[in-house]
Every structure is written in structure tokens, then in C-alpha cells.
């Protein structure tokens, strides 16, 4: 069974995200462990990644999804971070699977919607027929209410 991955070292973020897809019917693995997400993905068991953009340590989700898109391509990807303005992810939005960047706080029933909407093939595309590579927090709710 495929499944929605939730990568962030925030516990309480994960707990939040997992309830919230679960709630609307989705099986969800939250982990602060980057490396179990990436073992999803080269089995083909994940179905959509939200990754958070500051994991850490050091560690960049950001670096993360551009390296794993490279080597084993991505399923629907949002980046979620407290810091939409970071320069580095202007740089990611032609990452092939990058869905958008969600900026925190979020209205987290949006983003459900958002990606059950990707999930199920219903998601909008811009006029030139390209899956819509960045947004915000602003625009997921936005799409929400059309």
C-alpha cells in the first residue's frame, strides 16, 4: 500500500499532519528520519512526501528532495517551512515532483485537500499546462475555496 510521508523533526508538526490524513482516509508514515522516507521511495511506497525544509542538524529537506528527485525520481512533493523566503528554495521550484512550498502556519484541512487533489489526478494546473511548482500557504487556501 502506497503511503503519504511526512519527514520533519518536529513531533508535534508530524502528529499534526499524520491526524490530519488519517482523519481523511490516508495511511501515513511521519518521521523525523530522512533515510526511512528515502527507503519509500526506492521501493515505490510513497504515494506523496511533505518534507520539512530545516530538519536539523544541518540538515536541509530542501538539499534532500533535490538530490532524491535526481536518483529516484519524486512522487508529488511539498517543501513546508517557516522560511518561504529562503533564497535556496526559489531555486527548487523546477525540481521535477515539487509540488509547491507551504509556508508555516498553514491551514492544515487546505493542505489535505491540496494533496488528495494531486493524489487523485483533480489538481489545477496554470494556463500553460504545467503542474503548479510553487505556493504558499496563501495560495493552497486559495485553491481551497475555488
Not at 499524520?18 to 519509500?40: D, L, N, R, W
Not at 511539498?78 to 507551504?102: C, F, Q, S, Y
Amino acid at each position: 500500500m502506497k503511503q503519504i510521508y511526512v519527514v520533519d523533526n518536529d513531533p508535534g508538526m508530524c502528529q499534526l499532519m499524520s491526524m490530519a490524513f488519517e482523519q481523511a482516509g490516508h495511511s501515513v508514515i511521519a518521521t523525523g528520519t530522512p533515510a526511512i522516507a528515502e527507503k519509500a521511495l526506492e521501493s515505490g511506497k510513497c504515494a506523496a512526501l511533505l518534507m520539512d525544509f530545516h530538519l536539523g542538524a544541518g540538515e536541509s529537506g530542501g538539499a534532500l528532495v533535490a538530490s532524491w528527485a535526481d536518483t529516484h525520481g519524486l512522487p508529488p512533493t511539498w517543501i513546508v517551512t517557516g522560511t518561504p523566503n529562503d533564497p535556496r528554495l526559489a531555486e527548487m521550484h523546477a525540481t521535477p515532483g515539487l509540488k509547491g512550498v507551504v509556508s508555516k502556519p498553514f491551514a492544515i484541512m487546505d493542505l489535505v485537500a491540496r494533496v488528495v487533489r494531486a493524489l487523485e489526478g483533480t489538481e489545477a494546473t496554470p494556463s500553460g499546462g504545467e503542474a503548479q511548482s510553487g505556493t504558499d500557504s496563501a495560495a493552497v487556501q486559495a485553491e481551497a475555496q475555488e
